[in-house]
């Protein structure tokens, strides 16, 4: 009983350590504020070791947390007088919009260390580009990737870069294999994290010079964890825990994924409802068919990290709905509460 | 009563004018001649307006032959002595292995006008290799692309590069455009087909300096047709006839989509397996099952054809079995019976 009241008292202080401040950009994304704040009032109901500043205009704001019936001492707001349009070129965002913006506040934030992760729904090139401005890049990384969760048979791999950067040298690729490899070690929770290179064969003369380049480079840093040229069937095999590429064959790949994703719905619905039998087979399986369904949700994953800059940012993606900002949330939450950042900050300044 | 007969008649002439000539490297892909003849036969029972040659170790072919009992006069066999291994480099099929190989006899027995199109399931860098050194490119196309079929919801698209050519200027992106847009015309019987530019958005200044161009030429070119940039998942959406992209991007994107439809297949018989009403639907619902998996089973479109050469070469996907091979087998005819290497030629002389 001691024992137990020792350790009561000890996961109680642990669980107020673990209260997270997160800060959002309120305004980002196709249908805001209503998105992100009924999104954060989901992800309440689920965590509640978190509490949020919310940037935008604080009239709006206002309204959706009545409506959503979020409790005041969840939320702080911070008024904004702009919005950086989804279309706006990110040097805009950085220039003419400047300051005042809810996306800029949202990441001025956490580089005030006033909040320990900032989201956004927002324009993406935008968001990378105050990020890198405001928190500016780790020491050795020439430039920040986009990272996300990818499924497979076997669980899940990380992918990036996602979509930050159109070209990149053979070293930016290498950097991008720390970064996912420290991703893969204490989000994933690999003990062992394999390391791949995107490339169409797996034969060593593939692919540009510059993946070539690449490989040689993370052949001798990553020595067996690295395992060579993964092809785009690879990544959903589950083939290795990082896939590496540049950010234009990886948000192609993402969004062929969705897409396909998508199209196979569309598929399985038309063969099922077109006849009695069908729609007898989904009535009586409906669990299977709702267990599918959540698995090729892209809700369930949705959420792309900032990775190489002092803070850590998540893109939410723009047309998502509530529950998909509420994951997003939460894998905020659970960025913040693993050991990435201090884990890619050894290693990079161990490794570049 | 009259004009039947005399219909009859043309129909009959024009029944003979169609029995074309296929060459069949017999000796490509993981489990050659097997496959390959196999699936000639399969295809034979399928339509019977074709004969073929057949290149390569002559005993084993006449192995097979005997094995799937084809018709004798359906098939030539021409022994070759050598074959082309799946994974030697395109300079070795050509100087090494030479003019011995089945795969040469098969691309050449197009150029000698012996057959109309040419089916390997072998080395696609090699096979591309031996094309363009056999059959020569057209002039005004600079490279030839790799073209397939690609589902969506409204039918099917054809998406070009899809491994050819690594990195590519905004003229050779250009060129297949025209490319795709006579194969849409033609091969998808489009009327009017639509072109798109595959990138990771859809405003202006997304993507690399060669896609810009790219895209200000094709606006040019094809006025309205040209739809702009579409993205990954718009492939799957069929937002255009024809997407456009570098060889690179095309095989990642073509290999992903694949990889993502087995996911989805892995996980949808995990779903329905593990339970009694899981079972019970799937048993109920069979023939929706069947639908959908026929849907997505990659044979249906396997085939990609090279464009952009004096002589039509189809690759089949080397581990593909006897149906994938008949499939491949069945577009070549439907290849050489439309009017696409015409179009091409025209489409090509008169705007590059």
Redesign the interface.
Known sequence: MGFNFLFSLYMWGFGLSLNKVISIDAMGGDNSPGVSIEGLSIALKNLDNFSAILYGDEEKIKTEVEKNSISKNKIDIIHCNKVVPM?A?PIDAIRRIGKESSMWGCIKSVSDNNSEIAISAGNTGALMGLSAIILKKLDGIERPAIASYW???NGRSVVLDL?AN??VSSNQLVQFGILGYAYALTVLEKENPSVGL?N?GH?E?K??ESIQEASQKMKKLFKDNYIGYV???????GKSDVVV?D???G??????????????G???SD??KK?F??R???L??I???K??KD??DPRELNGGVFLGLNGLVVKSHGGTDAIGFSKAIEFSLKLSHSKMSKTIKKLVSKNI
């Not at 092809?231 to 095999?237: A, K, M, Q, V, Y």
Request: net charge negative.
């Open positions: 279309d070129k499924p497979n048979k979509g159109v070209e995107l169409i034969e003369m692919g540009t092809e785009g069937d690879d990544i959903s095999l590429t950010g234009f064959t948000n192609i790949a993402l969004k062929t994924a969705e897409g396909t994703a998508k199209l196979i569309h598929f399985m063969a099922f006849s039998l069908g007898l087979s989904y009586i399986g669990n299977s068919f267990e599918l698995k090729m």
